[in-house]
């Protein structure tokens, strides 16, 4: 391996370490899904907030024998609870979700009993439990939900715990650069030599999935004047992705032009496949610039693999981190050179089996487009035969 090309581990490290997390900023819990919660949310009240029925059917006091008959005196629904006391040989008609009335520590249900003439009822079989949700009994007063990125489920919760407003981290602004005179933008006529941005489409939907707000600028032409102007217009942004133009060729132009802007390299090239041109680097105001090959599945899957990790280091997650998953090998491997690989691969629907494309070729969209994982190959792996566990990430 050259010396220039630093492990894909290390490249993490360097990439993590130019972190500065974002502040917070309070949003109503209407617009908070996806978003990272900042601080510990606590439970203004409990849940449920009193002893309610878990059933249609009759609050009584004690757990009346079969035959038994009871005096219904009152009924207690959602919304509207019984204010009076159950007593020995009473009953309330009570719906599920409904407050228990005082007195009452049983409720039984609808179909255990018969409804007499007088509209008293009759019980038909002994109740083997209780059919009441204690209060609190999902959770107190007091209760926390930690820090983490807020999913549908959540908002119920942060509701369910009287909390209209959360503390949340502000969203990740990205800005993203193309650069290259073959570029053209979807729906334009290219020449015969230029060829269809199509990288910035899925790094603005990965970006946006992690939670970020995001900016497509101009195509930046091949020249350092152009390519000036567009970092100019990222002013501002937490993050700036440049694709292309991080090799080393004569019209390889980002790497000089962002010593040039005071943005201090991390890192440049790393050991990994596709990929090797990428780079990272603090930029002067206090921002994170990710240079992405131009290859379009280079640039995906460097992007997932650096990215993502980039983007939730920013709003706070304490483990960024890709976290690979295990499945069986579906096919044999041969053994992998110096660099790490990511591997384009399929999933069984039941996510035990992963087999990889038998193309691997770093030019083909269509086999990243039907690809839902990235087999991990780690630099100067053995051969493997299928049946073999193997490290994933989805994608």
């Not at 972190?19 to 900042?38: K, M, N, S």
């Not at 510990?40 to 002893?51: C, E, I, K, T």
């Not at 073959?182 to 015969?192: A, F, H, N």
């Not at 680097?281 to 240079?291: E, F, H, K, N, W």
Request: aromatic share 4%.
């Amino acid at each position: 391996m050259s010396p220039a090309l630093i492990p894909v581990d290390e490249a993490m490290d360097r990439l993590l370490a130019l972190v500065r997390p974002l502040d917070h900023e309070t949003v109503a819990i209407g617009g908070a899904a996806g978003r990272w919660l900042a601080s510990p949310a606590v439970a203004g009240r409990d849940q449920p907030p009193f002893d309610s029925s878990a059933m249609d059917g009759y609050a009584v006091a004690g757990n009346p024998e079969a035959g038994a008959i009871l005096r219904v005196i009152g009924e207690s629904g959602a919304g509207h609870a019984f204010a009076g006391r159950i007593g020995p040989g009473e009953a309330a008609r009570i719906f599920t979700g409904a407050p228990v009335p005082a007195g009452a520590d049983r409720v039984i249900i609808q179909e255990n009993t018969e409804t007499l003439d007088s509209g008293d009822i009759r019980i038909l079989v002994t109740s083997e439990g209780s059919n009441i949700r204690n209060r609190g009994e999902d959770f107190a007063a007091g209760t926390t939900l930690a820090p983490r990125r807020l999913r549908a489920a959540d908002l119920t919760l942060l509701a369910a715990m009287n909390l209209p407003r959360v503390t949340v981290a502000r969203r990740p602004v990205v800005a993203l650069i193309a650069t290259g005179d073959e570029l053209v933008m979807p729906g334009e006529e290219p020449r015969d030599d230029q060829i269809i941005a199509s990288n910035g489409f899925a790094l603005r939907a990965m970006a946006e999935a992690e939670g970020a707000e995001v900016r497509m600028l101009p195509i930046a032409r091949d020249t350092p004047q152009a390519l000036r102007a567009v970092f100019g217009l990222a002013e501002g942004a937490d993050v700036v992705v440049t694709i292309g133009g991080a090799s080393v060729g004569d019209h390889d132009l980002v790497g000089p032009i962002a010593r040039e802007l005071g943005i201090d390299l991390a890192f440049w090239k790393i050991a990994i496949r596709p990929g090797k041109p990428l780079m990272a680097g603090a930029m002067p105001d206090g921002g994170v610039m990710l240079g992405l090959p131009g290859n379009p599945v280079s640039a995906i899957v460097c992007a997932r693999v650096f990215l993502v990790p980039l983007l939730r280091a920013l709003q706070g997650d304490p483990a960024p981190r890709p976290q690979p998953r295990l499945a069986r090998l579906g096919a044999d491997l041969p053994g992998n050179g110096p660099r790490s690989h990511y591997m384009r691969a399929r999933l069984s629907p039941d996510g035990a089996t992963v087999t990889p494309f038998s193309r691997q070729d770093s030019a083909l969209i269509t086999i990243l487009s039907e690809a839902d994982a990235l087999i991990i190959r780690p630099a100067g792996a053995h051969a493997l035969a299928a049946g073999a566990d193997v490290p994933y990430l989805p994608l």
